[in-house]
């Protein structure tokens, strides 16, 4: 699925940025990279037992606190679920997850999170299934993405290690 033909047939504007390819937010600091928008961090995860599966959209510099996210929500202890679980549920590999990536789950398996410090009118950068590419889309046309392919964020007070809230 070519994500961005997807996006231009929905009317779902985006500004697109290529890039070398980023593994995880200290590679895009580490190039010094400037785009609009927030850069975000996508945690792939899986309850104890492998029966749910949750995308979490944070602040790229938060240190999420994943015991304390466990008891908050009353799931047995979250953790990071493997390259092969990503694949089967998302379709994409480590380094190049975001939210669009939910385009490949259309039987709504994976449940979407987002943390309440991201919800602040500010556009997301996502990568279009790709991590040589960054989309910036604005939260109104993340919302239209997502009412497409059906899937809901819950938003939540995602905590930090340390105790810290920003």
């Not at 908050?72 to 998302?90: C, H, N, V, W």
Request: with cysteine.
């Amino acid at each position: 699925m070519n994500i961005e033909v997807f996006l231009q047939q929905h009317l779902i504007e985006f500004e697109r940025f290529e890039h070398p390819p980023l593994e995880n937010c200290t590679e895009a600091d580490r190039l010094k990279l400037h785009r609009p928008g927030q850069r975000l961090k996508n945690l792939f995860l899986r309850d104890n037992y492998g029966r749910r599966h949750f995308l979490l959209i944070t602040r790229a510099d938060k240190a999420v606190d994943l015991k304390q996210l466990s008891r908050d929500l009353k799931i047995s202890r979250l953790g990071f679920a493997s390259a092969e679980r990503m694949q089967k549920f998302l379709g994409v590999s480590p380094g190049h997850v975001s939210l669009l990536a939910l385009i490949n789950d259309p039987e709504h398996q994976v449940e979407l999170w987002f943390d309440a410090d991201i919800c602040n009118g500010q556009a997301f950068q996502c990568h279009p299934l790709v991590n040589t590419v960054t989309l910036v889309l604005s939260e109104a046309n993340v919302e239209r993405f997502l009412n497409l392919v059906g899937h809901r964020p819950k938003i939540l007070d995602i905590p930090e290690v340390g105790g810290q809230k920003v």
